[in-house]
T-cell receptor
Framework: KNEVEQSPQNLTAQEGEFITINCSYS?????LHWLQQHPGGGIVSLFM???GKKKHGRLIATINIQEKHSSLHITASHPRDSAVYIC????????FGTGTSLTVIP | NAGVTQTPKFQVLKTGQSMTLQCAQD?????MSWYRQDPGMGLRLIHY???????DQGEVPNGYNVSRSTTEDFPLRLLSAAPSQTSVYFC?????????????FGDGTRLSIL
């Protein structure tokens, strides 16, 4: 049973495209986090959400608590956005999605 | 502020060897954890600790030992390495899951067992 489901698993986009990554979950949470992992690199936190929407540069994250769903959007995608994006939950414990591998082609 | 420091970054072992992966944090976090990351499986919890002297098992604890003698350090020991333990290992620290705060991750240790 997966408490966190991400889609798609893999995504290839042309530079400049608008990208959406989705996360659905089935447990009660105190917050939802979007993490970024570059190839061969560490894991960094992009956003922490408990409601509504947050924006940081070209990245936008939204959450719908009632529907237990979150999306991460990247506007005007760039090759440097190529990474694995992981949806993570905090609640009674930490939960992780399996990640979405994004490749942005110049 | 160094955050979470993991050593070594890379290691190759032979089957049956033992080793310790080191993890240290300087943020005074009570909660520390070890994960392994395998292709297509995401992060899986090996062991965690809610404070000095307290450890507990996660999802995949077999073949690994931990101890937490100080707040800062949380080493992971492989008792007798097996090829199935080839993986990338991440240490993380936080104030704990209930508070909603994110975990801070180390840079990872890439471990190959031959």
């Amino acid at each position: 049973k997966n408490e966190v489901e991400q889609s798609p698993q893999n995504l290839t986009a042309q530079e400049g495209e608008f990208i959406t990554i989705n996360c659905s979950y089935s447990v009660g949470i105190s917050a939802l986090h979007w993490l970024q992992q570059h190839p061969g690199g560490g894991i960094v936190s992009l956003f922490m959400l408990s409601s509504g929407k947050k924006k940081h540069g070209r990245l936008i994250a939204t959450i719908n608590i009632q529907e237990k769903h979150s999306s991460l959007h990247i506007t005007a995608s760039h090759p440097r956005d190529s990474a694995v994006y992981i949806c993570a939950l905090t609640g009674n414990q930490f939960y992780f999605g399996t990640g979405t591998s994004l490749t942005v082609i110049p | 502020n160094a955050g979470v420091t993991q050593t070594p970054k890379f290691q190759v072992l032979k089957t049956g060897q033992s080793m310790t992966l080191q993890c240290a944090q300087d943020m005074n976090h009570e909660y520390m954890s070890w994960y392994r990351q395998d292709p297509g499986m995401g992060l899986r919890l090996i062991h965690y600790s809610v404070g000095a002297g307290i450890t507990d098992q996660g999802e995949v604890p077999n073949g690994y030992n931990v101890s937490r003698s100080t707040t800062e350090d949380f080493p992971l020991r492989l008792l007798s390495a097996a090829p199935s333990q080839t993986s990338v290992y991440f240490c993380a620290s936080s104030t704990g899951p209930q508070g909603g705060q994110p975990q801070h991750f180390g840079d990872g240790t890439r471990l190959s067992i031959l």
